[in-house]
């Protein structure tokens, strides 16, 4: 989409879903290079791919259209992460409810990025946890918002829900953005590590 544009990739799935086909090998053929070149290094232990594939309702682009062009080289990327003997790691946003089974197929390790709104992490982790591991989850409206006593009492929470059959790793929703108050997640990471049992 950021190569193409999103209307201009909508159109050319009508009209030329060659050129489509085209970039997302031209796409994914580059990320897996990228993949197999850090994971040949032996300081890094595991890859995050960032592929945000849906918006609060729905997934960008029909599901039919990810499995086409999109899901076959996350299958390699993933494969290339496994050759190498290191966990791989899906963050994306959204609402991709209708595509979880095909992330989990492709291979992924664990996947990020939870919104209460959409589906909040301890849901998921009811649907799917026995398939994928789930990063983060402290939703980040609650993590800006909420006082110091219901910081710690949602990471409790987190941890008694999302944690106790393994496959979870505390910590926020999306990525770490500034309009967040540094000491709400340090707030929250303090009793995430008291509270944890590991």
Known sequence: MWIMGY???????????ELVKKVFDEVGSRILKLVELYMQRDEIGAMAIGDDMGFKTQTLLPPSVM??????WHTKITAMAHKYKKPIVLHSCGNLERIYDDIIVCGYDAKHSYEDVILPVWEFRKRWGTKISSFGGFDMNKIC???????????RFLIDTCAKDGGYAFGTGNSVA????????LI????AANYAKY
């Open 7 to 17: 209307e201009n990739l909508c159109y050319n799935l009508a009209e030329k879903p």
């Open 67 to 72: 499995q086409e062009y999109s899901f076959p």
């Open 145 to 155: 918002l909420l006082d110091e006593a219901g910081i710690r009492k949602h990471t």
């Open 178 to 185: 500034t309009y967040v108050p540094p000491v709400n997640l």
């Open 188 to 191: 929250a990471l303090e009793e």
